[in-house]
């Protein structure tokens, strides 16, 4: 399918909202995306047509829905390159799923004096569920600190390992700074050293092609509202031997292979990790998401936002008083800046009072504020359904807003 | 009409003259560069109301007779809706301010054009401004 901006927001009802009395102009994806008509007629196809709880049904919906979701698992394993099924956890989302590896990991490798290397970048989600193992197995959280355009330094990581260190918990792309990490990099030097890594690929899965095999990490997490899905539903993959030798994280119904008083024995891979009925109307609906953005192809949806980034980086920061905050080499689809003499949270809002939503604050990630010594940022955050015009109406509202606090 | 509601409906006399959302904010952008700095004596824990994306310091004494406030953000916008707090509330005597009834804001548009999370923020302010005021009061009662 040609790359066609209109035919691509024609899929998206929401886009034709306004607020305000003026047009949306939604520049706020990286904290959610909105939902093509496929994703949203999905939902109700399921709710109308085959509805009903899954796995050990022995009726005919039972099993529609089943097969459905099995399917939708493939099609995720499929679309982040996993070698099986088997690898693949449905979790709430990728907060869920960093916590389920934070506390099963801990369980079962983690003990005193281990150390944890996360980046000084991490969303608060791959930073917290680590100190609060750390604090319960009397472990220490180590930082990988970032340089001041947003980069980690590969040489950095190596001396940051010593024999205590289990894990490096990093995230693919900075949801704050918009940085690029080279995963397969830090996969190379920690597996070299006998550490796992886990990469938090929240904000990558809807911007860059993801194939965990290629990036050898041992884990890798999304959320699916992040890539035009629905809310409530993420992923974890897992390696095989590794997600075997971790104990379960919750305990409930299909997660069990026997129950007794005297013994209980689990499932096997990847229900062992899925207690209590999944969001299995979520799963499906997912799948429906992945399919359409390779439907779309994720090449020419990168290839387009990259040429949104620039545009947008170029034409914001033409504005005097505007710095950016992140000027990494490689970025994908997050500018964050500053306006000179107002706080975030003032641009926010007078952007927003002109149909333009952003993020104002510290976008869960306090640490790089404190990095820079900054109160927040204002980020805006590209999808493939933005257009340049967009970008012209920010850069208008923001001359209208520095103007205003001037 | 007692002096409470003589500010309240100054404010909304104020207001009244703008049409446009945005000619607001630039009302409430100018309240804030006009609020009298803040005693940097007070910028102290006690008198930070911490919000989700900006913060808010607000002090008060206490004359024996009314409560006088001073306050400042490090967000403009904040600073100039906390002002019009003070405009309403400052030089009053405490059980007026903890029995305030404060309908200007709502007159204003005030609430329903702030973010939630702004607009929580307001709703704190306002709290900690009566605390003080009761704090006050009950020092008369003594």
């Known amino acids: ?24 102009v939604y520049l706020d994806n990286a904290a959610t995306t909105q939902k093509p008509q496929v994703v949203i007629d999905k939902i109700a196809e399921v ?31 499929n679309f982040i390159g996993a070698p099986s099924v088997e690898n693949i956890i449905f ?11 934070a506390y099963t990991v801990g369980e079962r490798f983690i003990t005193e004096n281990d150390e944890i290397i996360v980046s000084e970048m991490e969303h ?62 830090i996969a190379q030097i920690a597996h070299r050293n006998n550490v796992m890594v886990l990469i938090d690929g929240s904000q990558s899965i809807p911007h860059i092609k993801i194939d965990v095999q290629k990036m050898d990490c041992d884990f890798f997490v999304f959320s699916g509202h992040k890539i035009y899905g629905p809310t409530g539903i993420g992923a974890l993959y897992g390696k095989t031997q590794l997600l075997e030798q971790l104990p379960p994280y919750q305990g409930g119904g299909e997660m069990i292979e026997s129950v007794s008083f005297d013994k209980t024995t689990y499932n096997v891979l990847p229900y062992k990790f899925e207690a209590g009925t999944p969001n299995y109307v979520g799963i499906i609906v997912l799948a429906e998401a992945l399919q359409f953005v390779q439907s779309i192809g994720i090449e020419q949806i990168a290839t387009y936002e990259q040429e949104l980034l620039n545009y947008a980086t170029q034409r914001i920061l033409s504005i005097d008083s505007v710095k950016p905050i992140g000027t990494a ?11 000179n003499g107002a706080h975030p949270y003032d641009v926010g809002m007078i952007l927003d009072k002109m149909g333009i939503a952003v993020r104002t604050g510290t976008h869960c990630t306090e640490p790089v504020m404190q990095h820079y010594g900054i109160p927040g940022t204002v980020r805006a955050s590209f999808a493939f359904y933005n257009t340049k015009q967009e970008i012209d109406m920010l850069h208008d509202a923001l001359v209208r807003a520095v103007k205003m606090f001037s | 009409m007692n002096e409470l509601e003589q500010r309240q ?18 009302y409430l952008i100018e309240l804030g560069k006009e609020l009298p700095a803040f005693d940097e004596t007070n910028r102290t824990d006690d008198s930070l109301i911490k919000g989700c994306q900006s913060q808010v310091w607000l002090a008060a004494t206490f004359d024996g007779k009314q409560v006088h406030f001073t306050a400042d953000s490090d967000a403009i916008i904040t600073k100039g809706i906390v002002s019009l707090l003070i405009r309403v509330l400052s ?8 029995n305030a009834d404060l309908h200007f804001i709502d007159a204003i ?29 009950s020092q008369i009662e003594k």
Request: aromatic share 8%; glycine share 4%.
């Open chain 2, 91 to 98: 030089g009053l005597e405490p059980n007026v301010i903890v």
């Open chain 1, 47 to 77: 709710y109308c047509h085959y509805n009903a709880n899954v796995h050990r049904g022995v009726h005919h919906l039972s099993n529609v829905a089943t097969t459905a979701m099995e399917d939708a698992r493939k099609v995720v394993a």
């Open chain 1, 91 to 101: 979790t709430r989302g990728a907060t869920e799923s960093l916590n389920l590896v």
């Open chain 1, 124 to 185: 608060h989600s791959n930073l917290v569920p680590w100190q609060i193992v750390a604090q319960r197995k009397g472990a220490k959280v180590v930082k990988w600190a970032f340089n001041d355009a947003g980069e980690l330094d590969l040489n950095q990581l190596e001396k940051l390992i010593t024999p205590h260190t289990k894990i490096v918990a990093v995230t693919h792309v900075s949801n704050t700074l918009g940085t690029v990490n080279p995963v397969e990099q």
């Open chain 2, 9 to 26: 409906q100054q404010v909304i006399d104020d207001f009244s003259v703008f049409t446009d959302w945005m000619d607001k904010y630039e």
């Open chain 1, 1 to 24: 399918m040609a790359f066609n901006i209109e035919k691509i927001r024609a899929q998206f009802p929401i886009l034709t909202e306004q607020v305000y009395g003026k047009p949306l």
């Open chain 2, 109 to 137: 548009g005030l609430k329903e054009n702030l973010s939630p999370t702004r607009s929580n923020g307001l709703i704190s302010m306002i709290k900690q401004m009566r605390m003080y005021a009761l704090a006050f009061q």
């Open chain 1, 329 to 339: 080499a490689n970025k994908a689809s997050v500018l964050s800046f500053v306006v």
